[in-house]
């Protein structure tokens, strides 16, 4: 199983970017999915999380209203629509899946995609 990150780059504030998490290998179908990130020297946050099978769509605090999280089942592919970028949502950010919920010990990972937001 593999997840392939794509998407990210440097903007400026204000500007949007669309993070791609293409699935090989399984079917995420009914999965728990997200994304994580991870500034310099700061622990990996939860930033969106959605799962079907528990009818449940989760957004950190500070991503509410700018960000979505959406998929794709026919391409198996997991998005983040992320608007009215910050310069505090600078990070590395990281898909991943598990069978119901996601969380930093899911066993699915894609590589990261660097995420640089100027002010």
């Known amino acids: 199983v593999q997840l392939q990150a794509s998407g990210g780059g440097l903007v400026q504030a204000g500007g949007s970017l669309r993070l791609s998490c293409a699935a090989s290998?399984?079917?995420?179908?009914?999965?728990?999915l997200g994304w994580f990130r991870q500034a310099p020297g700061k622990e990996r946050v939860l930033v969106a999380a959605?799962?079907?099978?528990?009818?449940?769509?989760y957004y950190l605090d500070s991503v509410k209203g700018r960000f979505t999280i959406s998929t794709n089942d026919a391409q198996n592919t997991l998005y983040l629509e992320m608007n009215s970028l910050k310069p505090e949502d600078t990070a590395v950010y990281y898909c991943?899946?598990?069978?119901?919920?996601?969380?930093?010990?899911?066993?699915?990972w894609g590589q990261g995609t660097q995420v640089t937001v100027s002010s």
């Open positions: 991943v899946a598990d069978a119901m919920w996601v969380s930093a010990t899911s066993p699915y």
């Open positions: 290998g399984r079917t995420f179908t009914g999965y728990g």
């Open positions: 959605t799962s079907r099978s528990l009818r449940r769509t």
